[in-house]
């Protein structure tokens, strides 16, 4: 079997891999990007993706922005604790930003990604690549991978995990912390007698948070219920769905009028520790998997996709020190406070909210109107989840 060489080998073209892939092809640095799946029409990914207006900047500067098909802005951000008093609204103004954020389908920004690569000239994108083996030595990484019945391998600097988290168990001193929140997210596209006007409401409640995200002319939803309940609820028919989805919410978007195919996502909160070993680095899910609560995963990983090709790219002159200890010890200190205030910021909404005492309850609730009486800590708050932990 030959080896082929680059100074970058990929594992995993979701969103994230694709990024980094993106970027260090117009920096000029060969990369290897080896996705498991074929083309992504096969794969219709349902989830709705809630993107910052730092996402925006990052997928503008690769192209991406463009090419996206439905985006949806959101100006203003309802937060409320379902049965109690208090709740607090988050505006674009007061965070100085044009937009909030923007809703965009997982599916279709994957779609882009997948035709900007395969039409950039020079890119090594390799479909239905399934990388099995990893090996690391002081000098390089090593991936075997399977490609149309053949078994083939690439060598590289740098090896980048970007799948989602199954392959880093190969390598030695990485460790996943996990916790099962006994949750499952229900998403479908639903409509309501009022037409969405760009305001994104979640919800909190002692089940987990509904998220309705402005997308069309309604809106795509994000129904955090308890596991047990999970396959009841997919298996409703539409009319009873909408009615225990009113009743689960409330009214303050509308009479629910229509809903569209339901899919369902069991939720963990999963982080490596550390993100980097010999010649290798973790990125996006691979490195974290979050709640989706506030929206925070594919931003993160964003964030790690480009902070990464930043490090990279700073070694142009110097290509022997791609995936060096110094390199990767640099990236890792960079990620560090934006990682863990993004698992700290998501695993605290899921839980604090669900704890079913109504005293503490009440005392979220008023936390929540305190917030909405101080314009400093709502902006600090919101710039926050826009750019990440430095603001
Ligand atoms: C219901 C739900 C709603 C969400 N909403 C939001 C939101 O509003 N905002 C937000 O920012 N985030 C959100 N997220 C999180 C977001 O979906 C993830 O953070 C994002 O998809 C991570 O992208 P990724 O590229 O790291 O991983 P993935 O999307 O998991 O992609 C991994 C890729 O690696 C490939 N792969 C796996 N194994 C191999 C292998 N052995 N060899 C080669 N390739 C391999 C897979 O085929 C896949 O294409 C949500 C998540 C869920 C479940």
């Not at 954020?101 to 035709?115: C, E, I, K």
């Not at 402005?214 to 769905?241: C, H, M, R």
Request: with cysteine; net charge positive.
């Amino acid at each position: 079997m030959t080896t082929d060489r680059f100074d970058v080998v990929l594992a995993g073209g979701g969103p994230v891999g694709m990024a980094l892939a993106l970027r260090l092809h117009a920096r000029a640095i060969p990369t290897l990007l080896l996705e498991a799946q074929g083309v992504p029409e096969q794969a219709k990914d349902p989830r709705p993706l809630a993107l910052s207006y730092g996402s925006r900047l990052i997928l503008q500067r690769l192209g991406v922005w463009a090419r996206l098909s439905q985006i949806t802005p959101i100006n203003k951000i309802h937060i409320s604790n379902r049965g109690y008093f208090g709740r607090t609204v988050l505006t674009s103004q007061e965070a100085g930003v044009p937009e909030l954020g923007y809703v965009v389908n997982y599916h279709d920004l994957h779609h882009s990604m997948h035709q900007l690569l395969q039409s950039s000239r020079g890119a090594n994108y390799q479909l239905g690549a399934m990388v099995s083996k990893l090996t690391t030595t002081p000098d390089e990484a090593t991936v075997e991978y399977q490609q149309h019945g053949e078994s083939k391998c690439a060598a590289a600097k740098l090896l980048v995990l970007a799948d989602g988290g199954q392959l880093a168990a190969q390598i030695p001193n990485i460790r996943y912390h996990a916790h099962e929140y006994q949750q499952w997210a229900v998403v479908a596209n639903v409509e309501t007698t009022i037409p969405q006007s760009g305001i994104a409401y979640e919800r909190f409640t002692t089940d987990g948070p509904v998220a309705l995200l402005p997308s069309g002319t309604g809106y795509a939803l994000v129904w955090t219920v308890p596991a047990q309940s999970v396959k009841e609820i997919l298996a409703l028919n539409d009319q009873t769905f909408l009615s225990a989805l009113q009743c689960h919410f409330g009214d303050r978007p509308g009479k629910f009028i229509h809903t569209g195919k339901r899919s369902g996502f069991p939720l963990s909160l999963k982080y490596a520790v550390p993100a980097t070993a010999m010649r290798t680095a973790l990125i996006g899910n691979a490195s974290q998997t979050l709640h989706p609560v506030a929206g925070q995963g594919f931003n993160l990983g964003l964030r790690d996709a480009w902070e990464l090709s930043s490090e990279i790219s700073t070694l142009s002159a110097t290509p022997s020190k791609i995936g060096s200890q110094g390199m990767l010890h640099s990236y890792e200190q960079k990620r560090q406070l934006d990682r863990n205030a993004g698992k700290f910021f998501t695993d605290s909404l899921a839980k604090i909210f669900t704890i079913d005492f109504p005293v503490f309850q009440t005392f979220c609730g008023i936390g929540l109107s305190v917030l909405d009486c101080l314009p400093p800590a709502k902006r600090f708050v919101a710039r926050r989840m826009i750019f990440g932990a430095r603001g």
